[in-house]
Every structure is written in C-alpha cells, then in structure tokens.
C-alpha cells in the first residue's frame, strides 16, 4: 500500500477531470424534466465501475431510477465490502446566486481550500464522495491492492426518499450479503480533525394545507370575519414549539433516548468554536433548545423546521387578499428510538387538533426514515479508525451526525451488517445550497484512506 501517494500522485488530474465528467450531468431526482439525465448518469456510474475493475456490473431497473450494482469478487472465503452511494443530487435552486452554473464545474482555491475545490451541484454530495469509492477500487485493482470482496450499489434516488432501493434491497437480499457496508456521504469535522459519524438522525416529511374559503377573498370585506388560513396556518406553526423551543406534539418525545452525562460530557469534548460557527453563518447568536449545546441540538436532539411556506399574493406590488389556502413543508429530524411513522401520525393528530372551526386542515406525509447509531467497538468501526491513524496520523473522533440517511438503517434491518461512514466533507461545502463544493484535497485524501479501511478490516475479520 506504500504505493498509493504516487499513484495518486501520477493519476491526479485524471481523477479530478473524471468528476468533472460526472459533475456536468444534472441528475437532479426530485424534478422530471431532468429524468433523461439522472438515466445517463447511471450509465456513467456504470462505465465507470467496469473500468475500476469490476467483473461484473449491470443497471438494476426498479419501479423508479435504476441502482447501479458492480461486484468484484475475488474469493468467496474472503470479506465482502458493500459500497453505497448516490449519483442523484439536490435541485440547485436558487440557481442566480450561484457564483457559476451549477452543471458546469470549475475549480476554485478558497481560504480553506488553497488546493482548489470543485464547485458543482454534487461536488460533495454525493458524486465527488461516492466518485472516491471508485478511484479506490481501481488502485486496488490495477497495483494487486485489493485484499478482500466488493460490492457497489450506487442509487439515484436518495435525495427523494430511497423508495425503490427500499425495494430492491429485500428483494436482493443474497446479491447484497456482504460483512459490512461503507459509505463516504457524511462529513468530517475539519481537515486537521478526521472523525467517523456513528450516528444519523431520522426523519418525518409532511406537507400541510390549511383551506378556508372557496376562493381568495377581498380583505376589506371579509377579513376579520372568516379565517385567514395564512394566519392561522402561522399560529398553528408557532404552537409547536414553547417557549424553551421544545416540541409541543404530546408524546413526541416518549421514546426519546436521553444521552447520559458521561456520554454528553465526551462530546463535549469534541473541538468546537461557537464563533466560528456563529461567523461562519453570519448570524449573531444561536437559537435552540434550552439546556442543549449548539453540537447536542443538532445531532442527538429531534427537532422540527418549517422548510417552505407559501399561500396568497407574492407578486409586485399590494394586492388585498384573504388568499382561500395557505400551504407548508415540515421536516422533523429524529433521534433514536424514534419510529417516524409514529411521528408522523403524532404530529397528524396534534396538527389537526389545532385547528380552528373555519378551516380545514390536510396533513400528508411524505417520506421519512428512521436514525442510526452505531458503536464503536465493531470490527469496521476499529478498521476505519485505523485507517485514518495511517493517513491523517491522528485518531478520529467518533461523531453524531444530524443530517439523515434513511436506507441506513433498512441496511441494518434487512441486510445484517453494521455501516462504517467515512465521511470526507466539510460543514462549509454547502452541500444542498448555493455553491456547493468540494475540496480536492479532500476528495485525494479520501480516496488515499479507503484503501486502508479494506485493508484493516480484512486483517481485522480473519
Ligand atoms: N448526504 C446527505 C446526508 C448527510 C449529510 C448526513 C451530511 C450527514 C452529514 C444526504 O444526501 C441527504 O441530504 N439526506 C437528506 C435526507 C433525504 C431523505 C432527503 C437530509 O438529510 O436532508
Ligand atoms: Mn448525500
Ligand atoms: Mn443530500
């Protein structure tokens, strides 16, 4: 393995030009007038898994955007590593505030990344990260480096929910046996700070409308004497918090599992400057749960945001209205032993509930997923650890993440196998914003660390 710097030394700016490639195809899920390209994207991933060296590779259709399976599989008797990534990525609305277009890559040096980073939809999230998974496979291949298994399953589904991988993986189960499942789509906490993320939080999307009269009325007539569904719709999103930014869904927090102080007293422990954060958002101060840390509220707490809003006039000008309905998106992040489906119906029946006579109110759910944790004593928790020791020379810390990947804990469910995720990103690569990118320095030092883990995580299975 001595030899990975210079081969990634030597194929360097290859690497960078083949995610350049993958960057340019605007394979946005969530929205159909892009369903051509998140098809030729898999094609890609494809091609690209049979040149890294895979023996067999082929588009798995489901009901909704294919996966993209390759395997090499070089001994039965050996460790299998299953791979999992997403080549979908996030609409990149707000389209005039980026700095480029989105779909047209370009490498810029920032104040934290003098190497230069790719600005693209996706740089992080998740082609640049899944990309190294690649770029790893063939060092392994081509330099007789690969010590055990592999398996790949690359989705183009995850930033709309994983339904057809939810389907694919049970029925699949035997193709996807494997002793432990990697995944590069989280993030580390600095670049001098490796960390693996042993958790992630789950998730409950709904959708609410709040409908009052049959259509938008003159205000100067009516208001005043028929609900305002934007006015209430408001208030009913204000009662879900109190006034210590607690949930108010009775019930919402029963199954809540409270971290004990040791635990919160070592996470504490984690390097963490509330002015950088503060600075970093321009914001002047912090807003959260009481009695939480800024690191607590955003990763073992649940919490609940309004993500959009919208009902009555927005154009040019004054036009006075009582608009007939008012609409918005909810997400609740949840932590463990959260179920999000009973989320969802306890959120259901308390939004409703709020409702006053004159309006009717219509909650529907839209996707969810349940939290992960995983513990650091598992032979592929020890075998990343090591991984890291090797090439940033530092021990990483284990880290809750908030965001979530919901398939992670279906993995665990219907497959058996703990996830190792060994995320490379950075807080600031903007990921589901404006300007997203990711750093090069990260995405060689990825690809220069996977290898290890299969090689740690061979030794440590014999
Ligand atoms: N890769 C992210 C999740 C993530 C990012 C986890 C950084 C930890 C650190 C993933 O693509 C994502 O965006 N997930 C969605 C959920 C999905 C159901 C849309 C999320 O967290 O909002
Ligand atoms: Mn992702
Ligand atoms: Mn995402």
């Given at each position: 393995?001595?030899?990975?710097?210079?081969?990634?030394?030597?194929?360097?700016?290859?690497?960078i030009?083949?995610?350049?490639?993958?960057?340019?195809?605007?394979s946005?899920?969530?929205?159909?007038?892009?369903?051509?390209?998140?098809?030729?994207?898999?094609?890609?991933v494809?091609?690209?898994?049979?040149?890294a060296?895979?023996?067999?590779?082929?588009?798995?259709?489901?009901?909704?955007?294919?996966?993209?399976?390759?395997?090499?599989?070089?001994?039965?008797?050996?460790?299998?590593?299953?791979?999992?990534?997403?080549?979908?990525?996030?609409?990149?609305?707000?389209?005039?505030?980026?700095?480029?277009?989105?779909?047209?890559?370009?490498?810029?040096?920032?104040?934290?990344?003098?190497?230069?980073?790719?600005?693209?939809?996706?740089?992080?999230?998740?082609?640049?990260?899944?990309?190294?998974?690649?770029?790893?496979?063939?060092?392994?291949?081509?330099?007789?480096?690969?010590?055990?298994?592999?398996?790949?399953?690359?989705?183009?589904?995850?930033?709309?929910?994983?339904e057809?991988l939810?389907?694919?993986?049970?029925?699949?189960?035997?193709?996807?046996?494997?002793?432990?499942i990697?995944?590069?789509?989280?993030?580390?906490?600095?670049?001098?700070?490796?960390?693996?993320?042993?958790?992630?939080?789950?998730?409950?999307?709904?959708?609410?409308?709040?409908?009052g009269?049959?259509?938008?009325?003159?205000?100067g007539?009516?208001?005043?004497?028929?609900?305002?569904?934007?006015?209430?719709?408001?208030k009913?999103?204000?009662?879900?918090?109190?006034?210590?930014?607690?949930?108010?869904?009775?019930?919402f927090?029963?199954?809540?599992?409270?971290?004990?102080?040791?635990?919160?007293?070592?996470m504490?422990?984690?390097?963490?400057?509330?002015?950088?954060?503060k600075?970093?958002?321009?914001?002047?101060?912090?807003?959260?749960?009481?009695?939480?840390?800024?690191?607590?509220?955003?990763?073992?707490?649940?919490?609940?945001?309004?993500?959009?809003?919208?009902?009555?006039?927005?154009?040019?000008?004054?036009?006075?209205?009582?608009?007939?309905?008012?609409?918005?998106?909810?997400?609740?992040?949840?932590?463990?032993?959260?179920?999000?489906?009973?989320?969802?119906?306890?959120?259901?029946?308390?939004?409703?509930?709020?409702?006053?006579?004159?309006?009717?109110?219509?909650?529907?759910?839209?996707?969810?997923?349940?939290?992960?944790?995983?513990p650091?004593?598992?032979?592929?928790?020890?075998?990343?650890?090591?991984?890291?020791?090797?090439?940033?020379?530092?021990?990483?810390?284990?880290?809750?993440s908030?965001?979530?990947?919901?398939?992670?804990?279906?993995?665990?469910?219907?497959?058996?196998?703990?996830?190792?995720?060994?995320?490379?990103?950075?807080?600031?690569?903007?990921?589901?914003?404006?300007?997203?990118?990711?750093?090069?320095?990260?995405?060689?030092?990825?690809?220069?660390?996977?290898?290890?883990?299969?090689?740690?995580?061979?030794?440590?299975?014999?």
């Open positions: 393995m001595e030899n990975i710097k210079s081969y990634i030394d030597t194929h360097r700016d290859r690497f030009s083949e995610l350049i490639e993958l960057l340019k195809m605007p946005v899920s969530a929205d159909p007038a892009f369903s051509q390209d998140v098809l030729n994207t898999a094609d890609a494809k091609n690209a898994l049979e040149r060296g895979c023996d067999h590779v082929e588009i798995c259709e489901t009901p909704g955007y294919p996966i993209v399976y390759g395997e090499k599989i070089i001994d039965k008797t050996l460790p299998t590593v299953l791979v999992y990534g997403h080549y979908d990525v996030q609409p990149p609305d707000p389209i005039d505030l980026w700095e480029s277009p989105p779909f047209e890559p370009i490498i810029k040096e920032t104040e934290l990344h003098p190497e230069g980073a790719i600005f693209a939809r996706g740089a992080c999230d998740d082609k640049g990260q899944m990309y190294m998974h690649v770029k790893a496979l063939e060092y392994m291949t081509q330099t007789g480096n690969l010590p055990c298994n592999v398996k790949f399953m690359i989705e183009g589904e995850e930033e709309v929910g994983s057809s939810e389907w694919f993986i049970i029925n699949s189960r035997e193709k996807l046996s494997n002793d432990v990697l995944i590069s789509d989280t993030g580390m906490i600095a670049k001098d700070v490796p960390s693996i993320t042993t958790g992630l939080r789950g998730l409950s999307y709904v959708e609410v409308e709040v409908i009269p049959n259509r938008d009325l003159h205000s007539l009516y208001g005043g004497a028929v609900a305002n569904p934007i006015n209430v719709l408001n009913m999103i204000a009662t879900l918090h109190d006034e210590n930014n607690h949930i108010t869904i009775p019930g927090y029963d199954k809540v599992d409270e971290l004990s102080v040791e635990e919160r007293a070592e504490e422990k984690a390097p963490f400057s509330l002015e950088d954060y600075k970093a958002l321009a914001i002047n101060d912090v807003y959260g749960e009481k009695d939480y840390t800024t690191n607590e509220r955003s990763s073992i707490r649940p919490t609940l945001d309004v993500n959009g809003i919208w009902g009555g006039y927005i154009g040019e000008g004054a036009k006075t209205i009582i608009a007939s309905k008012a609409s918005a998106k909810i997400s609740m992040r949840l932590v463990p032993h959260q179920d999000w489906r009973e989320i969802t119906d306890l959120f259901q029946a308390y939004f409703e509930s709020l409702a006053p006579a004159g309006v009717k109110v219509i909650v529907k759910p839209h996707h969810g997923g349940h939290p992960y944790v995983t650091i004593d598992s032979t592929g928790y020890q075998a990343a650890s090591r991984a890291y020791e090797e090439t940033f020379g530092k021990t990483p810390i284990p880290q809750r908030g965001g979530s990947i919901p398939i992670v804990s279906l993995f665990e469910k219907e497959l058996k196998s703990k996830t190792i995720l060994m995320g490379f990103g950075l807080n600031s690569d903007a990921i589901h914003s404006p300007n997203e990118h990711y750093g090069i320095w990260n995405y060689l030092k990825g690809i220069e660390t996977i290898p290890y883990f299969y090689k740690y995580f061979t030794e440590l299975s014999r």
